[in-house]
C-alpha cells in the first residue's frame, strides 16, 4: 500500500506563490510517474503537472510558465512550485502516483489551494 501526503497548501493573494509538497512512502523506482491533480467544486479532476520515471514532465496549457513539478528521490517527495496564481487556480490539489508495473494508481488526500483577488 502506498501512501501520498501533500502539504503546502493554503491561502495566498493573487500574484503569489506557492510550493506543495507530496511525500511518499515508497520509493519513485515503484513508480512510472508522479503527477499533481486538481478539482474545483463541481469541476472535473484535471491533470495540473506530471514528471515520468525518465524525468519527461507535462503541464496543464493553463499552468505553462507558472508551475513547475519536481521531485527529490532521496527525500522521496515531488513537489509542485505555483508562481504568479490566479483566482482560477483555486481547488484541491491532489498528488498521484502511477505503479511502474501494474494497472494501479494511489492518490493523496489533497490539500486546498485558494487563491484571493
Known amino acids: 500500500q502506498v501512501q501520498l501526503v501533500e502539504s503546502g497548501g493554503g491561502l495566498v493573494q493573487a500574484g503569489g506563490s506557492l510550493r506543495l509538497s507530496c511525500e511518499s512512502s515508497e520509493s519513485f523506482t515503484s513508480f512510472r510517474a508522479m503527477g499533481w491533480y486538481r478539482q474545483a467544486p463541481g469541476e472535473q479532476r484535471e491533470l495540473v503537472a506530471r514528471i515520468t520515471s525518465d524525468s519527461q514532465k507535462t503541464y496543464a496549457d493553463s499552468v505553462k510558465g507558472r508551475f513547475t513539478i519536481s521531485r527529490d528521490s532521496a527525500k522521496r517527495t515531488v513537489y509542485l512550485q505555483m508562481n504568479s496564481l490566479k483566482p482560477e487556480d483555486t481547488a484541491v490539489y491532489y498528488c498521484?502516483?502511477?505503479?511502474?508495473?501494474?494497472?494501479?494508481?494511489?492518490w493523496g488526500q489533497g490539500t486546498q489551494v485558494t487563491v484571493s483577488s
Open positions: 498521484n502516483a502511477e505503479d511502474l508495473w501494474y494497472d494501479y494508481e494511489s
